[in-house]
T-cell receptor, first 112, second 113 residues
Framework: QKEVEQNSGPLSVPEGAIASLNCTYS??????FFWYRQYSGKSPELIMS????GDKEDGRFTAQLNKASQYVSLLIRDSQPSDSATYLC????????????FGKGTTLSVSS | KAGVTQTPRYLIKTRGQQVTLSCSPI?????VSWYQQTPGQGLQFLFE???????NKGNFPGRFSGRQFSNSRSEMNVSTLELGDSALYLC????????????FGSGTQLSVL
């Protein structure tokens, strides 16, 4: 089964800094990649998806994909204390369906 | 629109018992997937159902099973419970096409004593 690896953290950054979260995946054939955010005691919610090599920006969030190196990253600019959460990287197990294989997540702590 | 509803919210069982968890997806959503979340293993995929058919399955033993009804509601069953089955079980729904956003329920917290 496909595997997704993330550094569990915690990653600590000061308010206003750039937080960089990384993820590697095992299957070179993976085509789509997702970042979910999970606040403590809450359920995961989608924040970014990316399918093509390069960068995809959405507000303060930028997802970067490098298929040759099999890694995906998430950059959070101007980090806020409200960004403190666990960030989960995910890939589909195959081309059909909506199921996802998740990494164990990186916990981000933003201090004010 | 109501969100994904999971019942019950909390459940306490003893080893050897079986348990059934329920998930009602967002109206119009035809895909339901189930996940087990533990502090040590993170969020692990159990299975996915679409139009009453199991479309994908994770690497869990046969004690874990599920089904989906014609109204898209889904149930998962765990038989012969083990202590290690203690976890938060999350259900997620989506309309049914690949690469869609998943909408998660609040989960069922299962404790096996």
């Amino acid at each position: 089964q496909k595997e997704v690896e993330q550094n569990s953290g915690p990653l600590s950054v000061p308010e206003g800094a750039i937080a960089s979260l990384n993820c590697t995946y095992s299957d070179r054939g993976s085509q789509s990649f997702f970042w979910y955010r999970q606040y403590s005691g809450k359920s995961p919610e989608l924040i970014m998806s990316i399918y093509s090599n390069g960068d995809k920006e959405d507000g303060r969030f930028t997802a970067q994909l490098n298929k040759a190196s099999q890694y995906v990253s998430l950059l959070i600019r101007d980090s806020q204390p409200s960004d403190s959460a666990t960030y989960l990287c995910a890939v589909p197990p195959n081309q059909a369906g909506t199921a996802l294989i998740f990494g164990k997540g990186t916990t981000l702590s933003v201090s004010s | 629109k109501a969100g994904v509803t999971q019942t019950p919210r909390y459940l306490i069982k003893t080893r050897g018992q079986q348990v059934t968890l329920s998930c009602s997806p967002i109206s119009g959503h035809r895909s339901v997937s189930w996940y087990q979340q533990t502090p040590g293993q993170g969020l692990q995929f159990l299975f996915e159902y679409f139009s009453e058919t199991q479309r994908n399955k994770g690497n869990f033993p046969g004690r874990f099973s599920g089904r989906q009804f014609s109204n898209s509601r889904s149930e998962m069953n765990v038989s012969t419970l083990e202590l290690g089955d203690s976890a938060l079980y999350l259900c997620a729904s989506s309309p049914g096409q690949s690469n869609e956003k998943l909408f998660f329920g609040s989960g069922t917290q299962l404790s096996v004593l």
